[in-house]
């Protein structure tokens, strides 16, 4: 199944599951129309950086490669922090921040000598700035007339359209079946995309918007999504025995120790 249409799969069960949360609470508030540009760009941003993500794999980049350039996620979330004014630009924050992604690089299994990276290596990096600048929306969103998983789902309701749009553009650029292509979903993969949709869209981008703006600067929420690939390694190891490596192990060393650096700057900076 193509990237396009495992995403939009995707988003469609997501709006599913979100509309059976909140409809018997009669909390399905839909977009009203001076909110309409923020979550037409939310929506795209959010679309685009899915696609660019899943889509690594279909050009032949090497997942472990993948999983790392997406997350230099928190270089471009502190960049953009830093040029809004939101956050004071200093060499301890900029060390932080490198010392995470690094050994985000090292947890992933990223080997600098591996000659398998493709042009497709430009899709995580696009994921990973687009990721940042989602992180950075998320936190400009009307939460006092919407509460998380309304913007969510509002969120959602955008992407998808936009998503097809591109969709149909794409196809008469681009002949990759595993970009573009198309097929009739069995059973099994339709309950595998339903619980990609519940367990990886659903559940982390909803806590996501349950993060506070004021309790939390976007240097310090780029950072703690580090967690990410420290767990989908710790998974692989758990559930499927993979093997992992001392240097892995050095990596996860690394982002906990960038995580507990940045926790205690927090901490001096508010007493």
Known sequence: MSSFEQLLFRLSFALLILAIVMLPRRRLLLTKRKDVPFFVGIGFTYALFALSGLSAIAFDTPIAVSVALVYTQPIFTALISFVTGKEKATWIRIGIVLLGVFGAFLVSGLNAENPQISLGIAFPVFAGFLYAVYLWLKRRAPTEEYTPFQVLFNTFVFAAPLLAVVWL???????????????????????????????????????????????????????????????????????????????QYVGAALILVSAAINLKLITRTAM
Not at 178 to 199: E, R, Y
Not at 211 to 224: I, Y
Request: hydrophobic share 55%.
């Open 169 to 247: 553009v794409t196809k008469n650029l681009s002949a990759e079946p595993l970009f573009v292509g198309t097929i009739m979903p069995d059973a099994t993969q339709l309950v595998l995309l339903f619980f990609f949709a519940l367990i990886g869209t659903v559940v982390p981008y909803g806590l996501l918007n349950f993060v506070k703006v004021d309790e939390l600067s976007p240097t310090s929420e780029g950072m703690l999504l580090l967690g990410d690939p420290l767990l989908h390694t710790l998974w692989a190891s758990l559930l499927f025995g993979q093997y992992i490596s001392a240097v």
